[in-house]
């Protein structure tokens, strides 16, 4: 890897955020963590990333409402959303269809190498 | 005296009457002639009579018959006698048959004045023949009335049946209807006119017997459901009994209609289930999104802990954190589900003196933090403690956390329908002094149109989406408040700040335990 991919981490428990941090900085990734969506945002400004990893359920501004402001402003932005929600289709923040992509959607628990393994596919892709 | 009348009967004193006719033969023969004649004619109209009666036992007034017999026997005797004295002078013997005749005769004419009335008032030949006219009229309108209710019995799709009450009190089966012949299987040529008790079987009889026995001691109709065993097997029947009375009073009949629910009873019962998997389904989706925050810590830590344990960079701190923070947050999933047991356990107990106002805080403190997350504010009012101790409301805590938890859960969906924050106000207002204690949740969800407000409390109305809500929560919250004595009602409230919501309010009666009062009086 000529350059260190940059990833953001939007999850509001940081207990989790701690542990993906160390993983993934192990794993060759700066990694910077946002503790909601307007954080993410401020942080994003500062400092693009190339990937996004969000949580949906946040205060001030939740993952719904982060994805449509990240795809509004890169329509091309690799993003994985982590969720504990059973269902995500059928209401007005439905985010599975192909107008989200590149966009996957991991259920809670997760666990670091899914994180991994999803995070360097959708950059294989983005790559192409 | 008695010699004068002796000397009557001395027949030679006198000349036979013949010597007036100066023993003329012709005149003789004449006397003779008519005598016999009238005689004869006299002696067989009594036979006549007398075969007339005999042959119609059934005739009206047959010993008048009997006198007229007499009195013409007797007048004949006289016409023979007229014969025998032109020869024979027994005048005294003659008077005497006259005498005789003379008293049937009396007899017979005042017997038939005296009868006249009665006489006159049989009917006529002409008279029965119209009476028999109109009885065969009525008897063919009865019978074709009979076949019109015996249609109506044979034919209604509804099950009919009728009891006899029997003066000992007892119930025999008189009759059912073709339709519930074939809904029971019961044969109605053997119950006809027996015992209910050795018709049915014993278990079934007890049951019915109790409702006979309710419906006579009602003295009107009942109506009721009932699940029977019948020869068809184990039905749910809707029945109503009617008493019918004798003149006296008495109740000697039962009318039943019956109509076999059973099919009915099981779509409902499939609805409950159903509802109950809704609401399942709802539990299970928030149970999961609860339980996958601790999982997802733990897993997180435990497989990156893993893999620094492959890389050799796991020193003994880092061991000690995750072990510990695995510990913890499989605490916290305990924790949820201790509530969820405790949610589960909610129909098992009776009811219990309780303070309502700990168990609404509790309702508020689960889902607080989660609404703040989405920018709603839940807020409980000044807490200035209760004067005079606790006021205590008559239930089952658990059960009056989940009604308040369902209005959080209706006021958040309210107004995370208009896409913005928005606010949630409960407050418990007990007043020692007053005999009720009231909990309001209000909100800024915009309001119920007033079209609906009659209905929000109504099974299976709901205004949200398909799939979103089982239009249970209020119907259910209504019949947990309402089994405590208290009401819930709802009305639509202008904010100041020109925000449209709603305000549930939760009345219920208050219990004082034995010895507050003093409590009270010293507080």
Known sequence: ?128 | MLAGVASWFDSSAYMPHGVCLLWRPDLLALHVGADALTGLAYYSIPVALVYFVWRRRDVAFSWVFWLFAAFILACGTTHFFGIWTLWNPDYALEGVVKAVTAAVSVLTAAALWLLMPRALALPSPRQLAITNAALQREIAERRAAEERYTGFFNNLAEGLFVVTVRPDGRFALDTLNPVHARATGLDPARICGRLVEDVLPPATATAVVERYTACVAAGGPIDYEEVLDLPVGRRVWHTVLVPVRDVSGRVVQLLGSARDITERKRLQEELEQASKLATLGTLAAGMAHEMSQPLNIIRIWAENALSRLREGTLDAARTEKVLTLAAEQTERMGRIIDHMRTFARRDRGGAEPFDPAPCVRSAVDLVRNQYALEGIAVSTGPDGGEPGGPVLVLGRPLQLEQVVLNLLSNAYDAIREQGRGGRIAVEVDADAAADHVRITVSDTGGGIPESNLPRIFDPFFTTKEVGKGTGLGLSIGFGIVDAMGGRIEAQNLEHGDGQRGVRFTITLPVVRPAGSKAEVAHG
Do not use: C
């Open chain 1, 1 to 128: 890897m000529a350059e260190t991919v940059h990833v953001l981490v939007a999850e509001d428990e940081p207990l989790a955020a701690m542990a993906i941090e160390d993983f993934l900085s192990r794993k060759g990734y700066r990694v910077t963590l946002a503790v909601d969506g307007l954080d993410a945002m401020e942080r994003l400004q500062a400092d693009p990333a190339d990937l996004v990893i969000t949580d949906l359920r946040m205060p001030r501004m939740d993952g719904h409402a982060l994805i449509r402001e990240l795809r509004r402003r890169d329509p091309g932005l690799p993003l994985v959303v982590m969720t504990g929600f059973l269902s995500l289709d059928g209401n007005a923040d439905d985010i599975t269809g192909d107008a989200w992509k590149p966009l996957e959607v991991l259920r809670k628990p997760v666990s670091p190498q899914m994180i991994l393994d999803t995070l360097e596919r959708l950059l294989a892709r983005h790559a192409l």
